[in-house]
């Protein structure tokens, strides 16, 4: 398991690269809400996301012990992350992705020099694929979250928040596989415990809700929620049991709920985020956090949402 010390660590690591990313806040939000609300920016960090912080971690480790490529097997966010520390670091990256990838987010990965490897239609194809081209060339392959640096990395952005906010009640985190708020509950329950973490997932992608009942991992099948950064079908074998062992709460937003959220925040406040971390906004907007008048710090994980996607919102 991971300690508070090994995200002070990553936060060390990864400064020169990495942006200490802005509280927004907005009145409307906050009285909608019957909470004081904190958009934690994410979605203005390098690379559109947060997951340059734990591939920062996590690659430069990996050359430190003397790599000279790596790969990952995603084409969205983290496979982005990847590509561009890599690059930034004078190694080359592999980044394989599925046959009917999106070109806008292979056009992204090839922008920050990634080479693209189409592999199949499935993560089960994906993952095997980007091991082996690793293995052949000198390389590391780069998880998107079971991992102790990319879980670190993930978790400096639990740091940041408490020295913004020092007086926070809550931090709302949304769930994929677990990495980013297995980190942040490291972060703050290992500094300060009074403060809440609350996790968010779709209704239709409810792996970490269900397993967390049932107290152990469980998988679920392929799911379609908007949320496209939460589909993973189950929690990690390292993440789990740090959610486990810290998590305060854990909620479900509709896929309506979910837009509602996207469609205020785009035009109450301007800022583009993608339907991943509107959960987090969606969770307050909607009643279920289990508090009012709270300062509350939603996590904005990502910003990178493709036109279209963002039409089908608006019209619906
Ligand atoms: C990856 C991702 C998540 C989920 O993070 P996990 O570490 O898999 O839980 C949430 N939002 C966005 C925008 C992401 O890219």
Redesign the pocket.
Known sequence: MIHVEDVREARRRIADVVRVTPLLTSEQLSSRCGNEIYLKAEHLQKTG?F?IRGATNKVKQAVQEGATHVTAASS???GQAVAYIAQRLGISATIVVPEDAATCKTDAIRAYGGEIVPCGFTSAERLPRAKEIAAQRNGVYIP??DDPFVMAG?GTIGLEILEQIADADAVIV????????SGILTAIKETNPQVKVIGVEPALANDTWLSRERKEIVSIPATKTIAD??R?SQPGSLTFPVLMKYLDDLVLVSEEEIRHAFRFVLERMKQMI?P??ATTVAAAMFGKLPFSGKKVVTVI??GNADIGTITDILEQ
């Open positions: 996301s997951k969205g966010n983290h998107p979250y993930q949304p769930i994929g596989g677990g990495g980013l708020i950064g939460l993973t993608e991943s971390s994980s990502g």
